[in-house]
């Protein structure tokens, strides 16, 4: 089957680094995205992996390895605005299915001053 | 930038009623999505379309359908509205297969009655 798991709540502080990790379980994966949703407010691509390594954008990275189906992504200096709902998704190769994201439950982010 | 707009931001039905929910993407993107989202099961792919006239199922299309006469218009139809569809319904569009970034509409609160 499919699947993907990560923390359904992770706290820091503001200035603090902070890690969410993802791992998933499907076949023919293609890449691995990032999300972020504000409260009331609409899911934003933030991120994207389909190699294995570490991809930086301003204060936040993500990173992936296909061997160990994980992922993680990593927000640095954390800032009040922050504060969100992070999803993991996964794309699958071929077919119809090309294009298509399968989320994650979501990672509730609460930074603290 | 990339507009997705929704035709509503709150809607109300009651039960047995034929809802229709309109989203309109004008980057003249190939894909489009409809989600819902309820809190702690993520995003849900209910349906997408990949062309116009096309339409593929998503993980959880029973009680749904949807129509995409034009490309830049995917509409999701609830034949008969249950309270279980009580829901936050997301619209999603995104260029050529082969790429994880979708552009996000501001949502559509339905309460069904």
């Known amino acids: 089957g499919q699947s993907l798991e990560q923390p359904s709540e992770v706290t820091a502080v503001e200035g603090a680094i902070v890690q969410i990790n993802c791992t998933y379980q499907t076949s023919g994966f293609y890449g691995l995205s990032w999300y972020q949703q504000h409260d009331g407010g609409a899911p934003t691509f933030l991120s994207y992996n389909a190699l294995d390594g570490l991809e930086e954008t301003g204060r936040f990275s993500s990173f992936l390895s296909r061997s160990d189906s994980y992922g993680y992504l990593l927000l640095q200096e954390l800032q009040m605005k922050d504060s969100a709902s992070y999803f993991c998704a996964f794309s699958n190769a071929g077919g119809t299915s090309y294009g298509k994201l399968t989320f994650g439950q979501g990672t509730i982010l609460t930074v603290h001053p | 930038d990339v507009k997705v707009t929704q035709s509503s931001r709150y809607l109300v039905k009651r039960t047995g009623e034929k809802v229709f929910l309109e989203c309109v993407q004008d980057?003249?993107?190939?894909?489009m999505f409809w989600y819902r989202q309820d809190p702690g099961l993520g995003l849900r792919l209910i349906y997408f379309?990949?062309?116009?006239?096309?339409?593929e199922k998503g993980d959880i299309p029973e009680g749904y359908s949807v129509s995409r006469e034009k490309k830049e218009r995917f509409s999701l139809i609830l034949e008969s509205a249950s309270t279980n569809q009580t829901s936050m319904y997301l619209c999603?569009?995104?260029?050529?297969?082969?790429?994880?970034?979708?552009?996000f509409g501001p949502g559509t609160r339905l309460t069904v009655l």
């Open positions: 999603a569009s995104s260029p050529d297969p082969g790429t994880d970034t979708q552009y």
């Open positions: 379309s990949y062309d116009v006239k096309m339409k």
């Open positions: 980057m003249d993107h190939e894909n």
